[in-house]
T-cell receptor
Framework: QKEVEQNSGPLSVPEGAIASLNCTYS??????FFWYRQYSGKSPELIMS????GDKEDGRFTAQLNKASQYVSLLIRDSQPSDSATYLC????????????FGAGTRLTVKP | SQTIHQWPATLVQPVGSPLSLECTVE??????LYWYRQAAGRGLQLLFY??????ISSEVPQNLSASRPQDRQFILSSKKLLLSDSGFYLC????????????FGNGTRLTVT
């Protein structure tokens, strides 16, 4: 069983639509969850962090966490072509709280 | 503010040659430091992480090694590169509190020929 799983995509949405990205993780003891955006050829950049069950909003981004279901999601509202990138889900504490594991990423394309 | 420097940006090395990639962090003390590798079109594979000077945890058995000679310096090495070592190498740091996110350097793209 993979530690952090994401649909690889590609996910394609029209400009202005909501993009929904999903992630599941295997370690029920994980406590910290992150979403990163990675443009082609670049390093990942942090978008959101979430630690408690429920929703966390930051501008056009909303992260959702459900620890009982071991599920994390990222919603991008009013998607823009500049949002086209690979989105990486990351989970801290898969084996200890210094160990961060990443999913394989979901490639998002926003079409004008 | 904290900054992370990673070099070189690109590297082309023949099979069997040695490797040394360096990463330094400024503006913080006693950070956790990480090395990840990303193969083309793939996710990030954790190679090594360090919670302090001389303390290295290895995640994947391979021909790579890591060292942390100073608090804010992390070095990735190999004595003899393999073709399969090609990839995008990323250094990252965190505050090490268990809830802190990782912050990445710009990466080194290594091609082994």
């Amino acid at each position: 069983q993979k530690e952090v799983e994401q649909n690889s995509g590609p996910l394609s949405v029209p400009e202005g639509a909501i993009a929904s990205l999903n992630c599941t993780y295997s370690d029920r003891g994980s406590q910290s969850f992150f979403w990163y955006r990675q443009y082609s050829g670049k390093s990942p950049e942090l978008i959101m962090s979430i630690y408690s069950n429920g929703d966390k909003e930051d501008g056009r981004f909303t992260a959702q966490l459900n620890k009982a279901s071991q599920y994390v999601s990222l919603l991008i509202r009013d998607s823009q072509p500049s949002d086209s990138a690979t989105y990486l889900c990351a989970v801290m504490g898969v084996y200890n709280n210094n160990d961060m594991r990443f999913g394989a990423g979901t490639r998002l394309t926003v079409k004008p | 503010s904290q900054t992370i420097h990673q070099w070189p940006a690109t590297l082309v090395q023949p099979v069997g040659s040695p490797l040394s990639l360096e990463c330094t962090v400024e503006g913080t003390s006693n950070p956790n430091l990480y090395w990840y590798r990303q193969a083309a079109g793939r996710g990030l594979q954790l190679l090594f992480y360090s919670v302090g000077i001389g303390q290295i945890s290895s995640e994947v058995p391979q021909n790579l090694s890591a060292s942390r000679p100073q608090d804010r310096q992390f070095i990735l090495s190999s004595k003899k590169l393999l073709l399969s070592d090609s990839g995008f190498y990323l250094c990252a740091w965190s505050q090490g509190q268990g809830t802190s996110p990782l912050h990445f350097g710009n990466g080194t793209r290594l091609t082994v020929t």
